[in-house]
């Protein structure tokens, strides 16, 4: 029976021709790729644009998923839906002509509120230590844990992730608290 199939035997199945299996995931995380599009606004543009990218990310997923690493395609699929739909948000805001509509006077005495202390380098680093911590969470984390806690830590409420997810509050609560638990005890 299809609808009872792994996503990873889904997957396979997909990379290997079958059209109807990367229907039946495109339908299968449909609803979690709109739950995720939601959360983003678009210059320019609607949710609907953002639940668009989103399913690009998730055919690419579909696509590019290897399960090399062991871990569960849904958290793959997660993060290739959330990069897309970020990387369509970040490119609307930087338009073309941006830089002469949206610009300020140097010699503006408000400017320094704008401009940060932190130099290109710095930011580089602090990027680099982000990815370095995102792997760490992985490995200690559970899949479900993963998705649970990098849900909860960009801002989304415990009712956004049970929809996101299709868990009950109390199953959230409870990945929520043994992430924490070991992430108290320090990542190794």
């Keep these: 029976m299809q609808g009872s199939e792994s996503d990873e035997a889904l997957v396979r199945r997909a990379q290997s021709g079958d059209k109807a299996a990367t229907e039946l995931l495109l339908r299968r995380y449909m609803n979690t790729v709109r739950a995720r599009a939601r959360q983003f606004f678009l210059v320019g543009g609607e949710t609907d644009d953002l639940v668009q990218e989103g399913m690009i990310g998730l055919y690419s997923a579909i696509n590019e998923y290897d399960g090399q690493?062991?871990?569960?395609?849904?958290?793959?699929?997660?993060?290739?839906?959330?990069?897309?739909?970020?990387?369509?948000?970040?490119?609307?805001?930087?338009?073309?002509?941006?830089?002469?509509?949206?610009?300020?006077?140097?010699?503006?005495?408000?400017?320094e509120e704008f401009v940060g202390e932190e130099d290109p380098e710095t930011f580089l680093l602090d990027d680099e230590s982000r990815s370095e911590f995102r792997l760490k969470l992985m490995k200690a984390l559970s899949d479900f844990e993963f998705r649970v806690m990098t849900m909860y830590l960009e801002g989304m409420s415990y009712a956004q992730i049970c929809e996101a997810t299709g868990k009950d509050s109390k199953s959230v609560d409870n990945a929520l608290a043994r992430a924490k638990r070991k992430l108290g005890g320090g990542l190794k």
Excluded: M, W
């Design 69 to 111: 690493e062991g871990k569960s395609f849904k958290n793959f699929a997660y993060l290739c839906v959330t990069r897309q739909i970020l990387d369509a948000v970040k490119g609307s805001s930087r338009r073309k002509n941006s830089p002469l509509n949206n610009s300020v006077s140097l010699f503006d005495p408000h400017l």
